[in-house]
């Protein structure tokens, strides 16, 4: 009997009308064009601007992509796995709300939050609970409305990240297909660099914490950036050691895409050549918990049964690390 392994085998995605372009930046911020594209690759994101519509609508809005374009049946859904750093509210489970909407009645469902890790960490949980044979369909849904915690008054921040969600959908595989391998890590020392002071169990709400704006994202952007560069590529680096890949083996890098200059690095260490490398970054900017499954939906004409993909994220805390999986379909 072959081993049971769990494959990707539909991609959804979502991403709001609204394109907040570096030029619009430009009169919000002391900013420009030039710099935003030289430091990150980014020329526009897009912004969920429609007041009472949080994360939950663009997952609800992915999900339903993926069950239109692979023909689900949201009732045979075993398993909601919501990834996302903002959640709809602070105690009930976003990702509950949105396997309901969805129509996934016979699934039971829950966040996980690993910042830009989330939907990588999310991958790992995924093929665990199908390689168990306990489940045969998992929704994995990446999403974050990143502009609900960005202070628009920030240069730092505010060019950075967009809000998106994307989706896939895992299930048994019998030929070797799906996830090979995982490398994850986590260190605590990555607190302080990029965090939001308030509104947690430490600082909780109050008028002065909103009034000093610590319910904002910060980063520390050389520090973030001098870990994210080292620890995606070691990562990367070392799952193709382990799996006795080279270079020439590898059909796609898909990379969080968090900066171009960190893509790149990512890419190079491991010495793959620029067409491997798929890259939307200068679409949607970093949209966190959904820069990943993004990357399979724009670019799921390209992948061919059986192809290699190296899989790469960094997110704060610090979370990060990489997952080889062999892709186990070709596009109708």
């Not at 030289?38 to 897009?46: A, D, H, L, S, V």
């Not at 859904?77 to 016979?106: E, F, H, K, R, S």
């Not at 995606?232 to 006795?244: F, G, H, L, P, Q």
């Not at 793959?272 to 939307?280: A, G, Q, R, S």
Request: charged letters at 25%; one cysteine or more; aromatic letters at 10%.
């Amino acid at each position: 009997m072959n081993k049971i392994t769990a494959a990707i085998t539909a991609v959804g995605a979502y991403v709001p009308d609204f394109v907040l372009s570096n030029e619009v930046l430009e009169k919000m911020v002391d900013t420009n064009d030039e710099w935003i594209t030289t430091r990150t690759g980014i020329k526009e994101r897009r912004i969920l601007k429609e007041k009472g519509k949080g994360t939950s609508y663009l997952a609800i809005k992915a999900a339903q992509n993926l069950i239109s374009r692979g023909n689900i049946n949201p009732a045979e859904i075993d398993l909601v796995i919501m990834a996302t750093t903002t959640p709809d509210l602070p105690v009930a489970a976003t990702g509950v709300y949105v396997a309901t909407q969805i129509g996934a009645v016979n699934a039971f469902a829950y966040d996980l939050q690993a910042a830009c890790s989330s939907f990588l960490f999310g991958m790992s949980n995924a093929a665990a609970y199908i390689e168990s044979g306990k489940y045969k369909k998992i929704l994995l849904i990446g999403a974050d409305k990143m502009s609900s915690i960005i202070d628009y008054t920030d240069r730092a921040t505010c060019i950075i990240f967009g809000d998106g969600a994307g989706a896939v959908l895992f299930e048994p595989n019998n030929e070797g297909l799906g996830l090979q391998d995982e490398l994850l890590k986590t260190d605590g020392i990555g607190r302080d660099y990029l965090k939001i002071d308030a509104g947690g169990s430490l600082l909780p709400a109050s008028k002065e914490t909103v009034e000093n704006r610590q319910h904002f994202v910060f980063q520390d952007g050389k520090t973030v950036f001098k870990y994210a560069v080292s620890g995606m590529a070691d990562v990367s680096e070392k799952i193709m050691e382990r799996n006795n890949l080279r270079k020439e083996d590898i059909d796609w890098l898909i990379a969080h895409q968090a900066n171009k200059r960190i893509i790149d690095a990512t890419a190079n260490r491991i010495g793959l050549d620029e067409d491997k490398v798929l890259v939307n970054i200068h679409k949607y900017g970093n949209t966190t918990s959904a820069t990943l499954p993004l990357l399979l939906s724009d670019f799921e004409s390209k992948f061919k049964k059986g192809d290699k993909l190296i899989f790469a994220a960094f997110g704060g805390g610090f979370t990060w690390g990489s997952i080889y999986l062999k892709w186990a379909y070709n596009k109708q």
